[in-house]
């Protein structure tokens, strides 16, 4: 048996480890390379992606006799670069304004997990045309009183107290644990738990009281919590949601299985932007701006991989 020569440890994704021992790390090259080491149904997941990487730092991924690697060293990056290569070029791009600081954040999460260029992108499109990071809904309807939601009438009738504790305010400024304790109340009072948006996509219901648990789970259950850890909290939460909840895994899947060997292309960066406003974020005239995200995807791609 041959095995590819144990790769660096610092290394977090297969296809940049296998660039770096100067390995075809192509989705089909890769399905290979799993079929080889016992993964039969190889779908480039994060896990799949994770135990690949697992073998080749220990030095214990099987190779076919076809393959082109031969010796450790530095090697090739690829054509489009390593993750941290892709993530320097939006730092050092001048588009994104002052969303740029999120983009890098949130892309540095999304490839080091093993997500494809063309998928982050689409992401980080959505993220960009979205909402502030940790901002609550506002409930000043102070020209329009009576345009102000049922929602929060009800909960200044019930005493919660959120036009002056929350309103228009970013988490990094209130309580993370009061916040948490309203959640709990509100879903003890069975009353409509976490009705009132927040984050950048201002999510609402039960879904509200998740990413609250985001939060705390990222600033290990301190009080308070910087802008960093509420992007990088939010980002994993839209993770975390992709890779559970039935209804939107298949969006994941669909770019596999749409795009197989084009994961990094314009046209797969387009398709996840769009299919992702779609079928998760869901604004008002979704089909409007799904294109609209798709455009942008597209050019978070060629600035990623340099292409501009």
């Known amino acids: 048996m041959s095995y590819y020569p144990a790769c660096k440890e610092s290394f977090e994704s297969i296809k940049d480890a296998l660039d770096s021992i100067n390995e075809d790390s192509s989705f ?7 079929i080889l080491n016992g993964i039969t149904d190889y779908q480039g997941s994060p896990e799949q992606n994770i135990d690949l990487l697992n073998r080749l730092k220990q030095g214990k991924l099987l190779k076919s006799a076809g393959a082109k690697s031969s010796g450790s060293g530095s090697g090739s990056t690829g054509s489009s670069g ?21 983009m890098v954040i949130i892309g540095n999460i999304l490839l080091k997990k093993g997500y494809e260029t063309g998928f982050v992108a689409g992401i980080l499109a959505n993220l960009y045309h979205e909402g502030n990071f940790g901002f609550f809904e506002s409930s000043f309807y102070k020209s329009h009183p009576e345009a102000k939601p049922r929602y929060f009438k009800e909960m ?13 305010k970013c988490v990094t400024d209130v309580s993370l644990l009061e916040l948490k304790k309203l959640l709990d109340k509100l879903e003890k ?8 948006g927040l984050g950048c996509f201002q999510w609402t219901g039960g879904r509200t009281k998740n990413l ?7 600033n290990d ?21 992709l890779e559970t909840i039935s209804q939107y895994k298949s969006i994941y899947t669909d ?54």
């Open 255 to 308: 770019f596999k299985t749409n795009y197989k060997d084009n994961y990094d292309s314009e046209d797969a960066a387009y398709f996840a932007g769009d299919n992702i406003c779609r079928r998760y974020e869901i604004p008002a005239q979704k089909e409007q701006r799904g294109k609209e995200r798709g455009n942008t995807a597209k050019k978070i791609i060629k600035i990623m991989n340099n292409n501009e």
């Open 82 to 102: 390593s993750f941290e290569q892709k993530i320097k070029n939006i730092e050092n791009s001048n588009d994104f304004g002052n969303k740029k600081k999120a």
């Open 189 to 196: 009072d069975k009353w409509e738990k976490g009705k009132f």
């Open 156 to 168: 200044e009738k019930l005493g919660y107290g959120y036009d002056e504790k929350y309103s228009s």
């Open 28 to 34: 089909n090259n890769r399905k290979k390379i799993a």
């Open 212 to 218: 609250v648990n985001f939060y705390l789970k990222e």
């Open 221 to 241: 259950g301190k009080d308070k919590i910087t802008i960093d850890q509420v992007i990088s909290a939010e980002a994993k939460f839209v993770l975390n949601e």
